[in-house]
Structures are given as structure tokens and as C-alpha cells.
């Protein structure tokens, strides 16, 4: 029972450590070369198998039944690791929004725009709204709805007017 309680306690420092040291502790694992491995699901399932296995021992079962109990136990919390730590990784994150985002968005015309000049344009890329200088070949009056079809200049755009049926 001993040896089952020392490898959940160990377990549990490797987990501890792979939530502090994620990306370092995961590199010592980097020879298995398998996506299925992270320091996280190496912890989660020797804890497991420590604690399950020394809780099925304390109830007096016999060993064999005690050592399928903890591996049991440890497949379970170490896909759940596993799970976790991937939709972690691979959730969305919110980037930074540059201006060539706004191409092929829908905006709405703020100040006229002039056949020759510039008006303001605002339009809203991944949440943010954002307000351009915009230009176009004809004259687009404010509030018209425009398509963004070209990025001029870190604050400008070139814009048309959306196409009505």
C-alpha cells in the first residue's frame, strides 16, 4: 500500500509541475515522439493508478484486482488530462486586428467619401469595431453599406459600394 501512495504522491508533483512548467517538463517526453503523451496525462495516470490502487488495497482486495483498479483509474484521468490540456491548446485565441482583416467585410460609410478624397469608414473584424480612412471611384454617401476591397495604407481602405438586387 506503501508503494501505491508514493506513486500517487509522485504523480501528483509531476502534475503540479507540468501546470507550472508545462512546455519544459513536456520537452523531457519529446523522445516518445506521440501526441498522446504530456506531462499532464503522465501525472494524471501514475496518481491514479497510485491513489486507485492503494484504495482498492486498503479494502483488502487481492493484488491483481488492486493493480486493475489503479490502471483503470489512471487511463481514465489521463485521457482527461489529456483532453483538457488539448482543448487548452488548441481553443481560440484572440489574435491582434490588422487592417488586411477588414478586406472582404461589410462596412457602414460614417462621413461621405469623396470621388477625389478620403471619408470614414467603420466596420467590425472578429468582435472590434475599427474605423478606416476610405476612398472609392465614385462618391458614397454616409450610411451607405460598403464592401472593403483593398488595404491603402495602415489607416486606409479602399471600399465600394455593396451591389443591390
Known amino acids: ?30 523522445a516518445l515522439e506521440a501526441d498522446w503523451i504530456s506531462s499532464a496525462a503522465i501525472g494524471g495516470f501514475v496518481s491514479a493508478f497510485g491513489f ?3 484504495a482498492s488495497d486498503g479494502a483488502g482486495l487481492p493484488l491483481p484486482a488492486s493493480l486493475a483498479i489503479g490502471g483503470g483509474a489512471g487511463v481514465v484521468v489521463a485521457w482527461f488530462a489529456l483532453w483538457l490540456t488539448r ?53 458614397i454617401e454616409a450610411g451607405a453599406e460598403v464592401n472593403v476591397i483593398g488595404v491603402l495604407s495602415p489607416t486606409a481602405v479602399s471600399v465600394t459600394e455593396v451591389w443591390q438586387a
Request: aromatic share 4%.
Open 52 to 54: 486507485g490502487a492503494a
Open 87 to 139: 482543448l487548452v491548446k488548441d481553443g481560440p485565441s484572440d489574435g491582434t486586428v490588422a487592417i488586411a482583416d477588414a478586406v472582404g467585410q461589410v462596412a457602414r460609410v460614417v462621413t461621405d467619401i469623396p470621388a477625389d478624397g478620403y471619408g470614414v469608414v467603420r466596420v467590425v473584424v472578429g468582435g472590434h469595431t475599427l474605423r478606416f480612412n476610405a476612398s472609392a471611384h465614385r462618391p
Open 1 to 30: 500500500m506503501t508503494v501505491f501512495l508514493v506513486l500517487g504522491i509522485a504523480g501528483l508533483v509531476v502534475l503540479a509541475l507540468s501546470l507550472v512548467a508545462g512546455d519544459l517538463l513536456d520537452g523531457a517526453f519529446q
